[in-house]
């Protein structure tokens, strides 16, 4: 049951800031240092302090600020059996290819701190919830709507699946998908049962298939199943996430698509407009389209018929700070295009995608926020005199 929303509701796309003490805990749970218990309670800290600041800045639909996961997407080799942590050495050690992995690994955009990957080693199997949990949580300490954020498909497709480790299971990673799909439907399904209000599907590697046309340069290990056809992964992806969501009924359904998140530097991050994308978004059975506006890289907006839009106004990359009349701005422009009641107004991505390489301070990160709401509270007078 989706709750009432005001005029541009005001969310974020999903992480938050870790504190230090938090940050120094999954180093040492990885080390074996660190009993879960104790990583719990410093992590339930973490999620009420990140519900805090955002209670407090204003905003609509809150989240958990991911701050128990390692990744957006990696944290799941906790959640199942038949996946494995491994590192680029490992793989590297089980590939038969070697040269061209080698290869691979020499040119790959890929930050030293993320250089392990949640690797299909057999049958996949939900061991526990994989955000359920965590969304009965946060429930329990807010009286908000709650966003919950989850891998698509089609990037935990393509990130398990590495052939030489997975294929005595699943000979294609086609083959691992039709597992991937009824995880997420069951997920998913269990997250409206309890009541979440948005869910947004995370897949950042379509728009690698487009920029980089089929050729790895990724920031994800997950380019290193897939070497296909862009337009044949496209619509990979768009039946995938179609499996996973048609016959969901409650909460709002997101996809985020953005072009990289783990560096200040603008340069190093993929660049392109969500043109190429948009037959494709279009195809997808979702609600709305969450995407990155806010940094010149995303080029001009794109609309999609039928579809509200989690509008990035904010670049979560930047120190400076915002002023509502710039977001205010970034709005009026949008609705050139779409309708004031399809807009939500966002960050361009989450605060800290990956644990130890967070883009700002949970300072800077609330007054983002805070100036977001600013910005939404004189777009909803505005409309309300109009
Ligand atoms: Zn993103």
Known sequence: MTPSLPLFPVTT???????????????????????????????????LDALRAQEAAGVDIVTDGEQRRDNFYSFVAEKLDGVRMMSLAEMLDIVEDKESFGKLLATLDVPAFS???????????????????????????????????????????????????????????????EDVVELLRTEAASLAAAGAAFIQFDEPVLTELVFTHGRTRTFMCAALAARNDPAEELSFAVSLINRVVDGLEGPIVGLH?????????????LRGSYHPLTPYFEAMH??????????????????????????????????????PAEIERRVEDALKHVASDRVFLNPDCGFATFTARAMNSREIAARKLASMVEAARTLRRAAAVA
């Not at 590495?162 to 083959?175: F, Q």
């Not at 698509?257 to 991050?269: H, Y």
């Not at 389209?289 to 907006?301: K, M």
């Open 115 to 177: 250089i392990r990957n949640p690797t299909c080693v057999g049958r996949i199997r939900r061991r526990e919830p994989l955000v359920l949990d965590d969304f009965e949580f946060l429930r329990r300490h807010t009286d908000r709507p709650v966003k919950v954020t989850l891998p698509g498909p089609y990037l935990l497709t393509r990130a398990m699946w590495v052939k030489e480790a997975s294929r005595a299971v699943y000979p294609t990673k086609e083959a691992l998908a």
């Open 286 to 323: 979702v609600d709305q389209l969450v995407l990155e506006y806010a940094t010149p890289r995303a080029g001009s907006f794109v609309a999609a018929p039928g579809k509200s839009i989690g509008l990035g106004v904010v670049n979560p990359r930047m120190a400076e700070v915002e002023t």
């Open 13 to 47: 796309v999903g992480s938050w800031p870790r504190p230090p003490e938090l940050v120094e805990a999954f180093a040492r749970r990885q080390r074996g240092k660190l009993a879960s218990r104790d990583f719990d309670a410093l992590a339930d800290r973490a999620v």
């Open 257 to 269: 698509v953005c072009r990289g998140n783990w560096s200040r530097n603008e340069e190093t991050l």
